[in-house]
């Protein structure tokens, strides 16, 4: 269980350089404040007399801060992005730098290419001064202009990298595997009493950073999604006793599958990683899938990717460059298994599989996501300027806060089987709540 | 300041039918759980050692209940939207009614037409009744499948139509006016001593609801308003000291221009009511948009439609249906005080005005606000069976709760000026944070 | 080379029944008038004094004629709707009913379910009776809400049907296989001395039917593949060396390929079935790919899903149920090759493979095709009024056409590697004209 | 009536430089050839056997010539963007340069900046000097980064301007003025024996240049507009009686009414400039409105801000800096009128009035849009490399053609009443063919 101690924020010295944003102090009326280093936003914000109570947990709120720990006027500043694409990565870029110049007023901002590659010059592309006119449109487009690679680089390296460019600051922009690169850099740097500040930007697709209420890019791949559910459905209704089969992104953790699935409202059933496939016996999924085509005619199915692993087990596995685990395709698998079944039992069905794969994650971000990656990306640069270092911005009911990297990459956060969003996918779907 | 008694919710009578609704109790591990009547939902999530605390204040948390008061076998529901349209009126009407009918049981629900209207038999047309069939692709369209219609009806007539048609729950779907009109109806019906619960689902899309964090249908306005700021952009940049001049939605708060703003990331000035207006001297808007066209050559205005309200006091005022001042329109007057002012001073300028007016509530819900109308409805659902009456599902630190109507209509929220989301906005625009 | 003969439209009979529509003849000013049976569209629009001559072709002008076959008061119509989707189904099933219905005035408008097998009463689900309220809002939805099915019914067996149920006129809307189960109808029909008229609507995504200059569905499936270019265009960006490979529709026209990728304007190498794909030597697919790398680091290749068949030769051919071969898989396929060959050569690379498959034909219509499946539905019902029968409605020259459904099937249509749409991609792409 | 004379295109002299395009000679096989300046497109593709013929006509067929006038290596070529925005206008900039730079290897490809005015040197900001990065990702972009302006400047100075700067060749993309602008230009540099090419690419969104059959931009703004009409019938469905009002652009030519209407399918009056408009009588429109909303409750209504004229008479008449009349506004005159026509006659009604203006015309091009100005902007590179001056590239019969620009300015193209596009309009609307 979560523990007071665990969220506190490192900083890397006292802060007395006055912060150079014209905002006002708390009680100063009608102008926004800065925002207080004692200011917490608490852990747990439902309880009920009837349940035993649990001790106060309080994150550490994200925001301007009146001191700073560096001197904007002579700050260099680094940003890098990392891992899979994803909605919102140009939107972080241009809102940090647009933070950093026009606001700090911070001479110099460089983007890092491709990754930690870029902070190894054995193989680094040589950074990207960035400018005004550089970053001006870049929010309309998927992808990141700084490039991007999977996997770790060695931590001696990429400090000797920021230490010998004489930079002050270093903004990661990335998911679990990024946030432990970023943890292993702030810790070599604190061990030779540099003065970088590192500070983390969540982004993660599957949404699955633990004490991190959201990660940006997913509402936008749940949008995405949604098309292809749409899509789906109607595939499915055209044919008799059709099929419309969707894998969508989601390893470890069931959010794209399940929201899209409230968004769509047209999905059947919704597997997830986070609760266990059963495929035979009579409450299994294929026959409760058959009972529905002999009813209806048609059904939509949605499978996160990380879905059946237990099912897949006899294949062999495969690792992606960051290590993680490439799980044998439970997509085609499904699809084989629906078929056969479906055969045996003399249904006829017509499966049509779809499998987006980067689609989603390669579009510009939507609306929401868009107004989210600005203001992450003025909080990783408050946070930076503050000195505060080895924390990743986060969302907290609803207020950003700053989280330690050492406590995100703790765990990974995942659809609670007993929480409202399946509870909400059960009443849209129908399904039952678990396959036995 | 909000007080512990202003959050009481009234109930029709003690629940005593088990709920149909296969969800688990508390401990049961995995299987969504019903949510007891004692489940709170803390009013404040932020706190600062360094300030004077406050006292605690908490609203009751929605969701399913395991006993009810209404016996769902023998329910006769019935649904009325009321005011403008606001996009997710149809995914509200819908979710409610598969609620309802699938997991619920309930053999009837009626749709009311054109707002309250439909519970005046002098003027009604005679209700729909709902159909899976009716309902099948709703959610795709924007509007009402039901009607709408601004202004009240006399209660007495309401109440005995209610009581006539042997409704047991009505859901009220609407903003300020609707809600007052809901709650007139849930006292009118106690003060009979009736058994019919009323319960309000806000729908704003100014999300000006107090005590709700968010009304649905506004982030599809600013979608929309997002594809208006960035035509606008277009054309100021196309043409010599263009300047985009945009109005938005917003009578008395200005959500949709703030957070259309941050979406587009292509606004300079940004105006909401909640910041008063100063047209002249040196650093009054136009003053400050002259200097921005010198330097610049183009600029992006966003205007709400309350904005300026002094500025216009000279024009007579008309009222609508519902008795709400209708303004005289800001955005003509704005772009003709823009192009005095330029010409006086000699400054060539070409002013593009957009006023998307009921294009940006008529569409369709994005899948964000599909998400919430869903768990909207069925929430309003669920709290309507337990017999809560004169309360609207409302969401707070990211929780479902319920919320009495009297405290939802004792005032309107505003955007706060000196909150995070102005914040944002002056961090994000450039602009100072008020006119002098 | 086509022969004037080739392009005579055969009719039930004479007409004799004034038509109800309000049009005006010819002379009149400002109505617009009936289309005489005499009307023809030039086959040859180009010309150059330099070439030649040819003999002059012409086809029969599709539109409202004044007489009619059918007494319109008493036509029992039928729509059916068979293999693959494609954008705009629902709209050509509308506008159909719509026009029938309306114009016409026809009592009674079939909806045949599931494609040709519903008509055959051995398999069939009942027809749908159309009306108003069926169809008023499913132009909006992709698919056919009447379902469609691959392949062929006996002939005597759908005859049998037709003449049973009292059918007068068989709309079918498909591509090249339902347009030869039309024409065994019609002439079955003529066999029989049945007057029964049999109309197509050419429906071929791959818009490869032969004297038609443009099949329904295919504009809104290159938006749609337009989207994942730019998609893959994002992904190739982003990577060092990054490759976005595309796979699109195309059995054995590139049309979809070409034309997305003037519309994305992103892509470096378009890889059509009608231009033969050489991999290896030094001017072959590979090593061309290789200098684009090494020069620019990214690159978008779209490939349709009919090329390089001989390149696949050696892997086992299986059939649909249409008896249509369904090759095996180009896209894996290349990216495999792409990798090997980079590799051999040591320069990295990081393929990032599209499949959208279904999402493309699944999509409602865009505007165009809406516009286009209006006017294709409007001249089937005008044709077969008229008792034109074993035709199709065609687009030649701009004009609307009947083309004679045995000289619609004598061939498919191709991208000219000589015509103008290929010199529009070469010119876009800078690829190569061809692989040698 | 048009002849055979009026088609014959000025040229600048002879042309003896070979093209460096790598295309074919007509025989060659499976290479995309070059066009013969002898090939010709046919005026006139329908015919009837029952009517007296005429006399041919022909087009000058556009294309890539074989021998070009200007040597390619020593080129200074321009590009200039008049008039209102279009979408599409930075696709045919970007293309331009890109067939410029890239295919032809022209070394200067220079924008001139806010249309004429950029070759007035008394008013002109410096023209920007075209790159690969500059264009990069333009045409994602509505607007123009050109930038335009209305109205024109003095031929004598835009020829001296032209002459000191040695450019060969000035692209005009542009609408009726710039058009006229381009005639002056191309006749003054004749008269003077210069050797500059000057040719045009129609920009028109109301698609009314004559003797082109298309002019880009149309079918986006078909598109936006469409959304308009959707979410007016969205509005007017909604309320008892509900009138969705919605003027869109059109001065002269009502083809973005009329095609909305086929796209959307759920407008019920279409009222263009070339169908005068009756409002009073029994068989007029407001009666006529009348009629539909007694009997369907809700009706939607499209009106091109040209319509209605001669009833607005009354009114002061304005002009724009380009000359053109600004007419007074028939959408709220209209609503006006609806309003009172209904209450005098006792029938509740609730009018939306929608006026998107600027919003369907600042957007990006859509696909169709996209792949067409690619197009457009190749054949002006080729006409202008050739030598061809006082052109226009057009499209007739779908063929790319050079028409000469005084007979594009001879008149205006307008939806002609007894034709097919209003002939569909009139089977989908179901309204009247004219109003009397």
Known sequence: MLQPQDTAVTTLGPCTIPSPLRLGRQPEAGVPPFVSDTARVRFRVECDPACPA???????????????????????????????????LNNVIRSAFLE???????PEVLGLRYGYAGLNPAVAEPPLRLTPELVD????????????????????VMVDFLASRGIDLLLCVGGDGTLRGARSIAEEVLRRGLKIAVVGVPKTIDNDVMYVERTFGMQTAVDKAREVLDAAHNEAKSAYNGVGL????????????AMATLASQ??????IPEVPLVLDGPRGFLETLRRRLIARHHAVVVVAEGVGRELLAGEPVETDASGNPKPPDIGPFLKNRIVQHMRKYGVPVD???????????SVPANSDDAIFCDALARHAVHAAMAGKTNVVVGL???????????LAVSGKKHVDPAGPLWKSVLACTGQPPGWT
């Open 54 to 88: 649990e001790p106060d947990v309080f994150f550490e709120k994200a925001g301007p801060r009146e001191r700073l720990f560096f001197d904007p006027r002579r700050v260099r500043a680094a940003i890098v992005t990392c891992g899979g694409l994803c909605p919102g």
């Open 100 to 106: 950093l110049h026009y606001n700090y007023g911070v």
């Open 137 to 156: 449109t870049i929010h309309e487009e998927g992808g990141t202009v700084l490039g991007t690679s999977r996997g770790p680089q060695p931590v001696e």
């Open 246 to 257: 969707v894998k969508v992104m989601g390893r470890d953790a069931g959010f794209i599958a």
């Open 266 to 271: 047209e999905v059947n059933f919704t597997l």
């Open 351 to 361: 499966v049509k599989y779809f499998d987006p794969s980067y689609l989603i994650r």
């Open 396 to 406: 907290w009911n609803g207020v950003f806060t700053l989280v330690p990297i050492p």
